[in-house]
């Protein structure tokens, strides 16, 4: 049985000005897992349609913190917020009151000047359009710019010469098929927009996106089939839910892309809970997935995350959840990290089958972190937080610190920051899961005994 720290509650209160929010953000007591900071970043609400779901998190060269995310405000629009933290003080600013509240794309990427590039959906009233700006200490440096029309799927990265680079999916009008759009920029004030030369799929959507060294690397689902699916946790009612397999392709600069590879053909990529992951170790993709089931016909119960790595000239796949306990819900949200080459970080969610919290939080879930270990069997792994992860989790390394931003708890949900030391984290997991060490965590860490 867990030692369950209950958590203190706070309100963070950002006020609607065109300015800087400053102030300290409140830092939470008590640890899991040994940490150098935690934060509460933003207070999200019920019901699901008004959760914070889209943020994103950049680290930069002095180790400072640069956070962006998008708070639903009324039934259409949302609250753009960017939030660092320099020097041990946290601070706020509220980029635009006119965020499309539907929309997941909200990205933010720090370039090698430590300036921070921002993307954002807005509302235009009868249409939504991508948005992009520039900040760099706190000040804005590019004015928010027109990039696109429509509100579809977004991912951002930056170019060699440190401009954005956006994939974009679309919708599949009567007349037209599905594509997924590059859209690129030589001075960042003029757009062009061109279609990905990739086979046909019923409907495209855009998993992940990352450029590395003039590497464009993207996985992508195709909505191939149409199942049977319960509407929600409690439901008995079945809707038809798309589901997709998972594809990868790669391409020098964005042009001259090579043929598809299929990462996952089992149709278990479920379009409302699409939880993908890529990370890169040395050029090679490192990509996660969540595998949608429901078992004994509950709503996300028996689901697990497997690993799809390209090593020694051939793709390898790999379950990393547990697979002998099917009343789990495990694997959603995950967020993967590289350490060095094979040694990788993942966090997901890890709830048994009554994930719905009491007041104490002792059947609220667990959000769990694991380590690839030197065999790669992850078996390395602990308890994060006492509670479900409710969206992705953002995980980045930069030097001897791991940091996470992740949206939390079924029950109160919020939007999380946490940061490590990579070496006391490492101790602790290695000594929490095993790893070939046969000794057991401290109580104070609260292990995931699943096994």
């Known amino acids: 049985m867990h030692n369950i720290l209950k958590y203190i509650k706070y309100s963070l209160i950002l006020l609607l000005m065109p300015l800087v929010l400053t102030g300290v953000l409140p830092k939470e007591a008590g640890a899991l897992l040994p940490?150098?900071?935690?934060?509460?970043?933003?207070?999200?609400?019920?019901?699901l349609t008004r959760r914070i779901y889209s943020y994103d998190m950049g680290i930069d060269s002095s180790g400072d913190v640069h956070i962006v995310y998008s708070k639903p405000f009324d039934n259409r629009t949302a609250r753009i917020f960017y939030v660092r933290r320099v020097a041990g003080t946290w601070a706020s600013t509220l980029l635009t009151a006119s965020g499309f509240r539907g929309s997941v794309s909200t990205f933010l990427q720090v370039d090698d000047r430590d300036r921070i590039h921002i993307c954002y959906i807005k509302d235009e009233g009868s249409s939504e359009g991508l948005y992009y700006t520039v900040l760099h200490n706190g000040v804005v440096e590019k004015q928010e710019t027109f990039v696109d029309r429509g509100g579809w799927h977004t991912r951002m990265q930056l170019d060699g010469n440190g401009y954005p680079v956006f994939i974009r999916d679309n919708e599949t009008w009567p007349d037209r098929k599905s594509n997924l759009a590059l859209v690129t920029t030589q001075d960042g004030a003029t757009w062009n927009s061109d279609y990905l030369p990739l086979p046909n799929v019923p409907k495209f959507r855009i998993a992940d996106f990352l450029v590395e060294n003039g590497v464009y690397h993207i996985t992508y689902g195709d909505s191939a089939y149409v199942r049977p699916v319960l509407d929600g946790h409690g439901s008995?009612?079945?809707?038809?839910?798309?589901?997709?397999?998972?594809?990868?392709?790669?391409?020098?600069?964005?042009?001259?892309?090579?043929?598809?590879?299929?990462?996952?053909?089992?149709?278990?990529?479920?379009?409302?809970?699409?939880?993908?992951a890529m990370a890169l170790d040395g050029g090679n993709p490192l990509v996660s997935m969540y595998k949608?089931?429901?078992?004994?016909?509950?709503?996300?119960?028996?689901?697990?995350?497997?690993?799809?790595?390209?090593?020694?000239?051939?793709?390898?796949?790999?379950?990393?959840?547990?697979?002998?306990?099917?009343?789990?819900?495990?694997?959603?949200?995950?967020?993967?990290?590289?350490n060095g080459p094979g040694d990788y970080f993942g966090v997901w969610n890890y709830s048994p089958d009554y994930i719905i919290p009491d007041d104490e939080f002792t059947n609220s879930g667990n959000t769990a972190m694991a380590r690839s270990g030197s065999i790669g069997d992850w078996s390395d792994k602990a308890q994060v937080d006492p509670f479900s992860l409710e969206g992705k989790a953002k995980l980045k390394i930069q030097g001897n610190r791991l940091f996470l931003l992740a949206l939390g708890n079924a029950l109160d949900t919020k939007l999380y920051f946490r940061e490590y030391n990579m070496f006391a984290l490492g101790n602790a997991l290695s000594a929490s899961g095993g790893g070939g060490t046969g000794t057991v965590l401290p109580a104070i860490y609260n292990i995931l005994m699943k096994q």
């Not at 709503?299 to 379950?319: H, N, V």
């Not at 002998?324 to 993967?336: Q, S």
Request: hydrophobic letters at 30%; charged letters at 20%; zero cysteines.
């Open 35 to 47: 940490r150098e900071d935690a934060r509460l970043i933003a207070e999200s609400e019920e019901p």
């Open 292 to 338: 949608y089931n429901e078992y004994g016909g509950k709503y996300a119960t028996g689901t697990s995350a497997i690993l799809i790595r390209f090593s020694g000239g051939a793709w390898l796949k790999k379950t990393i959840t547990g697979t002998d306990y099917p009343n789990t819900r495990e694997g959603m949200g995950m967020g993967l990290a590289v």
């Open 236 to 276: 008995t009612t079945y809707v038809d839910g798309i589901f997709h397999n998972l594809w990868y392709a790669r391409s020098q600069s964005g042009s001259n892309w090579t043929a598809p590879v299929l990462l996952d053909g089992s149709g278990t990529l479920y379009d409302r809970e699409y939880w993908t």
